[in-house]
């Protein structure tokens, strides 16, 4: 599901770049904004939206970095253009929902959330932590590298302030 998603959400970035857009791309669009939106929007109404992050959107993702970015860019995008024809109800805490993402998104490389799934191992030694974090590392670049995300999140953390650092 994650890689047709953001196939889709590439191919209509692309479409949409200084190009009139159709109807049919317009309401693609909001289908898979509202799609990424809710879908991160439930999973901070069941955990608490003062309780998500880093560790909960990893875990959620299933450790799958793709997943985690895919929807990340989804959800920060912002609304879509309104569209008469395509009326889509937006979660009443949009803004609290994309302030959370973006803090939980800005601290997935940290150490707590990518190795969040292996604790309760204490017996392995350093070297094997560092390589597994090095390649979780490796791998959650290469996929907001693929999902076209740092320019995004650069953008929402200038808009956030100066709290996002």
Known sequence: FAAHLFGELCRLEL?????PQSAVARRLWTALWATCTWALAMVGRVVGYHRFSATTLWEWASGDAFWATAFCKGALTGAPAADPGAAVPLPEELANLQSVVLAAVLELAT???LLSAERGTENVPITVWNTLLATRRTELAQAAVSCRLPHLLVVQACAAGPAYG
Request: charged content about 40%; cysteine-free; glycine content about 12%.
């Open 15 to 19: 479409q949409m770049d200084g190009r």
């Open 111 to 113: 150490p707590d959330a």
